[in-house]
């Protein structure tokens, strides 16, 4: 039986500000090698149909209720704090400026939670419903970046089982993650000062990482890597990964142009996971 690939630790890696700014540009290489090589397209169109369809179902269900929500919640804000403002002394009359800014900032923020939202949705749905397409992309582009891939089980009923048992249990920690570190942030939001600041920050960095798991999952999963070990690989990429998960955050937090982000983050994953993460691997030939 093939033995499992051990976590190296980092030692001697400078990590900032190279790696800070090198995860980031992952995007623009995935972009860069698919224009290179046109033979990887065939993996991406379906997907691509896929998203289309799955973007548009949750911008009609989800976002324009949404917004409509957000309007809504806004305005009912700005009728109480107006009606407070009214009995105050004329001399506080500019708390209405206050009020006013305050209210389009809380705007901006719902809004972009909204898109945020939507954006990991449609990532699930995506990276699921696309899943056969995406792991042959993985699987090409490693050969393309290193030569070879780690040896495959041969397909069975009993592999094929074992495989659909992973994926579940996969969104199940994922489930579990946001649970055991949004609900606190959640409560967070009641602390009264910078609480809602860092519940936000908070919320982000949960956001971020949950999209670098998935678009990491095709290499790390093609290794048998446990939840807790793919968190691990997350951190001790640091920084890179933190910027990697963050543009690809944004990407695919972008509407429109979120039907197109998901298999370029596939893509930047895979190329990210050969440079970056493969090198604190002990391979088989070095044990």
Not at 103 to 111: A, E, F, N, V
């Amino acid at each position: 039986m093939t033995k499992k690939p051990t976590l190296r630790q980092k030692s001697s890696i400078i990590k900032a500000p190279i790696e800070l700014l090198a995860g980031a540009t992952y995007p623009l290489r995935a972009l860069g090698i698919l224009f290179d090589k046109p033979s990887l397209w065939g993996y991406i169109l379906i997907p691509i149909l896929i998203n289309f369809v799955v973007g548009i179902g949750l911008y009609v269900v989800l976002l324009l209720p949404g917004w409509r929500g957000v309007n809504a919640l806004i305005l009912n804000l700005n009728a109480r704090t107006e009606a407070l403002i009214a009995n105050l002394p004329k001399w506080l009359a500019v708390l209405d400026l206050l009020d006013a800014a305050l209210g389009w900032l809380l705007r901006l923020l719902l809004s972009l939670l909204l898109l945020i939202a939507i954006g990991l949705l449609l990532v699930q749905f995506g990276v699921i419903l696309g899943a056969p397409f995406y792991g042959k992309l993985s699987e090409e582009l490693e050969l393309l970046r290193v030569g070879k891939l780690p040896t495959a089980e041969s397909v069975s009923m009993a592999s094929i089982m074992r495989d659909i048992g992973r994926a579940l249990m996969h969104e199940v920690n994922k489930l579990i993650l946001s649970l055991k570190v949004g609900l606190p942030l959640l409560l967070l939001n009641f602390v009264p000062g910078f609480g809602m600041a860092l519940a936000s920050i908070g919320a982000l960095a949960l956001a971020a990482t949950l999209v670098c798991i998935d678009f990491l999952d095709a290499p790390l999963e093609r290794r048998r890597l446990s939840f807790e070990k793919k968190l691990a690989v997350i951190k001790n990429s640091l920084p890179a990964s933190a910027t990697f998960g963050l543009v690809c955050l944004g990407l695919v937090s972008i509407p429109l142009l979120n039907l197109l982000a998901v298999p370029l983050c596939v893509t930047s994953g895979t190329l990210f996971f050969c440079d970056r993460i493969l090198p604190m691997f002990d391979s088989d030939s070095s044990s």
